[in-house]
């Protein structure tokens, strides 16, 4: 079935790193992806999608890369700051109704 | 800016005791999703609507939860009886249509059953 595969958190870093969260898929057809943030004691929001092989998603600073052949979505950001602090998760809609499949998140802090 | 309304926000009740939770989705939105969200893991897809005709609700444990969005606007989702497992956060989301990638979340309700 459809899936989805994100690195394991919590992810730590110092303000200004650069910052990658990795994401793969398993799905049929051609999906489209999606990062979603959570931030404390808030619902998710869309942080950014791709609709198609090679497009680019970004938003606030991150941006990530439907890479078809590698199945991947990378989430990337160059210089963090203390309000990403965050739980990032990854998802795809398989196609037809828009059916979110999401990944099992991963955890951002950001240490001053 | 309009956002998608849950209550309540936390809710604890023992086991075997019915529970509910009620969402208002933004105004407009025809589609409205409820995910069950356990602690570590991505949230789950239990029952989606598109307008008062569920959609899909291959995911909904049908011997204890129900859904029902009667007009068409606002939602409820009941648990009877509560089980421990249960225990999760429970999301609920619109879009503006069926084919809209773009989904809005609300808060979520925190369940606890002891």
């Known amino acids: 079935g459809d899936s989805v595969t994100q690195m394991e958190g919590p992810v730590t870093l110092s303000e200004e790193a650069f910052l990658t969260i990795n994401c793969t898929y398993t799905?049929?057809?051609?999906?489209?992806l999606f990062w979603y943030v959570q931030y404390p004691g808030e619902g998710l929001q869309l942080l950014l999608k791709?609709?198609?092989?090679?497009d680019k998603g970004s938003n606030k600073g991150f941006e990530a890369t439907y890479r078809k052949e590698t199945t991947s979505f990378h989430l990337e950001k160059d210089s963090v700051q203390v309000s990403d602090s965050a739980v990032y998760f990854c998802a795809l809609i398989p196609g037809g109704f828009q059916k979110l499949v999401f990944g099992t998140g991963t955890r951002l802090l950001v240490s001053p | 800016e309009a956002e998608v309304a849950q209550s309540p926000r936390y809710k604890i009740t023992e086991k075997s005791q019915a529970v509910a939770f009620w969402c208002d989705p933004i105004s407009g939105h025809a589609t409205l999703y409820w995910y069950r969200q356990i602690l570590g893991q991505g949230p789950e897809l239990l029952v989606q609507?598109?307008?008062?005709?569920?959609?899909?609700d291959s995911q909904l444990p049908k011997d204890r939860f129900s859904a029902e969005r009667l007009k068409g606007v606002d939602s409820t989702l009941k648990i009877q009886p509560a089980e421990l497992g249960d225990s999760a956060m429970y999301l609920c989301?619109?879009?503006?249509?069926?084919?809209?990638?773009?989904?809005?979340f609300g808060p979520g309700t925190r369940l606890t059953v002891t």
């Open positions: 989301a619109s879009s503006s249509d069926l084919w809209e990638y773009e989904q809005y």
């Open positions: 609507f598109q307008d008062e005709s569920v959609v899909d």
């Open positions: 799905a049929t057809g051609y999906p489209s």
């Open positions: 791709a609709t198609k092989a090679d």
